[in-house]
């Protein structure tokens, strides 16, 4: 059951858009913001390294993306403006991989998995496989706006694999995602978890947030947290 009055709070790191001709901006500084912006989402989805300029501002190294972002929070978690996005990180957090669109086959990268893995390797948190999808669902991502899967879809198609783990008192449930777009799927996630737990402290985290007004986009570093909110009139989601 998707609960009409709940909103999901959650967090993201670098943001992206969706924009295809970006090439043709007439600013070169934005234009190379775009383009970093893109470029980085393709090395997360497909797990890869990136470049890393070292702090000489000369020598470059490579660095595999995911574990770069986890190390990347972990520094920053004592400067309060970055650490106030993302509180949620501990050692009460669990991490939870939203599963795929498709069904689980062994040996198939799940990028989410992956970055809850290496947030583990930091201590902001302790991986757990908590959820899986028993059923598919259409990948928001190439489809149609009247075919992307709502809230209730993923809810539907979403088990609960343990429900014997320990959770305290100050337990936090952070959903890990690649990207976040309207929000649905973790919406959808948290709601499976609330029919185990009611009164769980669940949290969202997205390494990307979809801006689909590429006049919106500023950096694709752009750290932010915000709500995700049910429409029942709808039964769709609104991002804020």
């Given at each position: ?33 775009l ?19 070292l702090?000489?501002g000369?020598?470059v ?25 993302f509180?949620?990180?501990g ?12 069904l689980?086959?062994e ?6 998995k992956?970055?809850a893995?290496?947030?583990e ?5 302790r991986y757990?496989d ?5 059923y ?8 149609l706006?009247k ?13 609960v ?13 952070v959903?890990?995602?690649d990207?976040i777009?309207?929000g ?27 801006i ?8 694709f ?7 995700i ?12």
């Open positions: 059951m998707i609960r009409e009055n709940y909103s999901l709070r959650y967090s993201s790191l670098y943001s992206y858009t969706p924009y295809k001709n970006y090439a043709n901006v007439s600013n070169i500084s934005y234009r190379d913001e383009d970093k912006a893109n470029k980085l989402k393709t090395a997360l989805k497909n797990d890869r390294e990136i470049p890393i300029v702090k000489n000369r020598e190294k490579s660095e595999n993306f995911i574990q770069y972002i986890a190390r990347y929070i972990k520094e920053n978690l004592n400067e309060e403006k970055f650490a106030k996005k509180s949620f990180f050692n009460d957090t669990l991490l939870i991989p939203i599963p795929k669109s498709s689980m086959k040996g198939t990268l799940w990028v989410p992956r970055i893995q290496e947030l390797k930091q201590g902001l948190g757990v908590l959820l899986e999808r028993i598919p669902v259409n990948k928001s991502s190439t489809s706006p075919d992307r899967p709502k809230p209730e879809d993923h809810y539907n198609s979403i088990k694999k343990n429900q014997l783990i320990e959770v305290g008192e100050n337990t936090k449930f959903l890990v995602d990207v777009t309207r649905s799927t973790l919406l959808g996630c948290a709601n499976k978890i609330l029919d185990v737990w009611n009164h769980a402290d669940i949290y969202g985290f997205a390494v990307f947030r979809t689909s007004n590429h006049y919106e986009f500023k950096n570093l752009d750290p932010i947290t915000g709500i909110k049910y429409r029942p009139e709808t039964k769709d989601t609104i991002r804020e």
